[in-house]
């Protein structure tokens, strides 16, 4: 993957985290997987073209997602 491309995905998914952050607090755990699809959803059409074909984009995304997550809780 470029590193282009990467940073794009890393872009996007620092915004998704944002919004997964924002729409899971004060809500019951039984409902996060619920929020968290549909935001990964959202946000994954935007990288659409972005990875390469060997994963949807959305599980790029969600990958993405992760990496982030764990270096801001470092």
Known sequence: MSPEAE???RSVARKCRA???IAT???????HDRI???LLDKHAK???CLPPG?????RWLS??????????HQ
Request: cysteine-free; charged content about 30%; hydrophobic content about 30%.
């Open 19 to 21: 919004d997964i952050l």
């Open 7 to 9: 940073n794009a995905l």
């Open 46 to 48: 935007t990288v659409q």
């Open 25 to 31: 607090k004060g809500k019951p755990r039984s409902e």
């Open 36 to 38: 968290i699809t549909t």
């Open 63 to 72: 990958f993405y997602v992760r990496q982030v997550d764990k270096e801001t």
């Open 54 to 58: 060997t994963f949807p984009a959305k």
